[in-house]
C-alpha cells in the first residue's frame, strides 16, 4: 500500500505513468502512442524543428493565428517593440486537433477526467513522434518530423494535462519546452494592469478545474499585487455554437448573454468591492465572439441589478496572444529559438486532424466528425495497442462547412498556411 501511494506520488496517476512506460518500452517509436527515443540527440538539429500545436479540435487555430501573427518582438534584438516581421517568422508550425475526441470541456461533467488525461498526454506524444496516418491506406506513414516544442491550444487541455505532459517529458530526458494558454492567459490578467474584478470564461471542465482562479492568483501574487474576486462561468454550448454546430441553434449573442448574466451574478454573488472589469477568454473559441460578449456585457449594465457591478469598459484578456509572446519568450530562453536567416527543418506547416476509425472500430460518427457521444464517454486508460481514432492530414474538405467559413473569414494567416 504504501510502495503504492509512492509510486502514485512519483508519477501521478497511473494512466500517465502507464504512457511514460509504454513509450520507453518501445524506443524506435514504430508502435501506437510512442515516437522514436533518439531524436533530439543533436541540440543543433533540434533547434530545426517545428514547434507543434494542439488542441480539442479546431478552436486551437485561433492559437495558431496569434502564433503566425506575432509582431511584438525585435526579431533581431529580442527587444519589446514591433518591426514589421512576424516574431515566428523563421519558425513552422504543426498543428493536430483531436476532433474525434472534442469536447473535451465535457469529459468533467460525465466523470471522464482520467480517460481526458490519457488522451492530452498521448496528443503529445503525437506531436513528439513520426507516426501518423495517410487520408487512405492500412498502415501509418513515419514522415511527420518531431517537435522541439508543444503548445498546448486548448485551455481544457491546459487545466487536465499541462502537469502529466511535463512529467512525462522530464520522465524520458527531453528538451522539449511546453506552454500551456492558462499560465499565458494569467500573465496577460496581470499585465492588463485591472484594478476592477475578474471574470473567466470557460469550458465547463476548465471551470470545474479550478485552474485559472489558481492561476492568476498565484501569478498576481508571485508578482507582489492584491488578487481581486475572480469569478468563473463555465459554458457547455457557446463554443458549439460559436463553430455553428446544428446542435445549437440561437444566435451566438443569445449564448453570449445567457453565459456574461451567470458571469456577472456569480460575480454579484462574492460581494466584490469593485466592478467587474477584466474577462478572460478562456475557451479556444471566445476570442471569435469577443464583440459578442462584450456587447452582451453593455446590455445588462443596463439593468439596475448590474448597473454597478460591471465595469463601463472592460479589458479583454485573449490567452492566444499572451501565449505566443510566451513561447516566443521560451524559445530564446531555452536557446531553441530559429535567428534570422536560418530556416526550419520544414519548409512548410502541416496540419492533422483525428478521426473515427469507422471501419475497424464499427463506431458512428456525428456531424462534425467526432465519435458518437456514448461511446465517446464510455472509454477507460490503459489502451496503449488499441486505437479508436487515427490521426490524418488535414485538408479544408475535412472540415464541416461552418468551421471551414470561420476559418477562412476569421483567421486569415492560418488559412493561407493551411491551403498554400
Ligand atoms: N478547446 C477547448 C478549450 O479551449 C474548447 C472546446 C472543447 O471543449 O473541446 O477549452
Known amino acids: 500500500m504504501k510502495a503504492l501511494a509512492v509510486l502514485l506520488l512519483f508519477v501521478g496517476p497511473l494512466h500517465a505513468g502507464d504512457l511514460i512506460e509504454h513509450v520507453r518500452s518501445h524506443p524506435d517509436g514504430k508502435a501506437a502512442f510512442t515516437f522514436e527515443a533518439g531524436a533530439w540527440s543533436d541540440a543543433e538539429a533540434t533547434r530545426h524543428l517545428p514547434i507543434g500545436v494542439f488542441d480539442s479540435g479546431i478552436g486551437g487555430l485561433t492559437v495558431l ?80 518530423p518531431p517537435v522541439k516544442a508543444i503548445v498546448i491550444a486548448c485551455n481544457t487541455a491546459t487545466a487536465y494535462g499541462l502537469e502529466d505532459i511535463r512529467k512525462a517529458l522530464a520522465a524520458w530526458k527531453l528538451p522539449v519546452i511546453v506552454v500551456g494558454v492558462v499560465e499565458a492567459g494569467a500573465r496577460g490578467v496581470l499585465e492588463s494592469n485591472t484594478t476592477g474584478g475578474i471574470g473567466v470564461l470557460a469550458t465547463v471542465g476548465t471551470c470545474a478545474s479550478g485552474v485559472y482562479p489558481r492561476t492568476i492568483t498565484q501569478t498576481l501574487g508571485l508578482a507582489g499585487k492584491s488578487v481581486p474576486v475572480i469569478a468563473q462561468q463555465g459554458s457547455p454550448t457557446l463554443a458549439g455554437a460559436i463553430e455553428g454546430d446544428a446542435a445549437f441553434p440561437d444566435s451566438v449573442a443569445a449564448y453570449a448573454l445567457k453565459e456574461a448574466r451567470a ?15 477584466t474577462i478572460v477568454l ?19 449594465r443596463k439593468e439596475a441589478a448590474f448597473s454597478q457591478m460591471i465595469a463601463e469598459q472592460r479589458l479583454f484578456v485573449n490567452p492566444a496572444e499572451a501565449t505566443a509572446r510566451e513561447l516566443f519568450r521560451e524559445l530564446a530562453r531555452s536557446k531553441l529559438r530559429l535567428k534570422p536567416g536560418e530556416t526550419c527543418a520544414l519548409d512548410r506547416g502541416q496540419f492533422y486532424l483525428s478521426v473515427p476509425r469507422v471501419e475497424e472500430v464499427g463506431i458512428q460518427l456525428t456531424a462534425d466528425g467526432s465519435l458518437d457521444k456514448d461511446y465517446k464517454y464510455s472509454r477507460s486508460p490503459g489502451q496503449m495497442d488499441f486505437e479508436d481514432t487515427k490521426n490524418i492530414p488535414l485538408t479544408p474538405d475535412l472540415l464541416p462547412a461552418n468551421s471551414l467559413k470561420l476559418v477562412r473569414e476569421r483567421l486569415p494567416a492560418v488559412w493561407q498556411s493551411l491551403t498554400r
Open 65 to 144: 493565428e496569434a502564433l503566425l501573427t506575432l509582431d511584438v518582438f525585435h526579431n533581431d534584438t529580442l527587444q519589446p517593440g514591433a518591426d514589421g516581421v512576424p516574431d515566428f517568422a523563421q519558425e513552422r508550425f504543426i498543428y493536430f486537433g483531436d476532433q474525434a475526441n472534442m469536447p473535451y470541456g465535457n469529459y468533467s461533467a460525465v466523470n471522464r477526467t482520467d480517460y481526458l488525461r490519457e488522451l492530452i498526454v498521448k496528443d503529445a506524444i503525437f506531436l513528439l513522434g513520426r507516426r501518423a496516418w495517410p487520408v487512405q491506406g492500412e498502415t501509418p506513414l513515419y514522415t511527420k
Open 263 to 277: 458571469l456577472a451574478e456569480a460575480y454579484r454573488d462574492s460581494k466584490p468591492q469593485a466592478p467587474l472589469q
Open 282 to 300: 478562456g475557451c479556444t473559441h471566445y476570442p471569435l465572439a469577443k464583440s459578442e460578449i462584450d456587447t452582451a456585457f453593455d446590455s445588462l
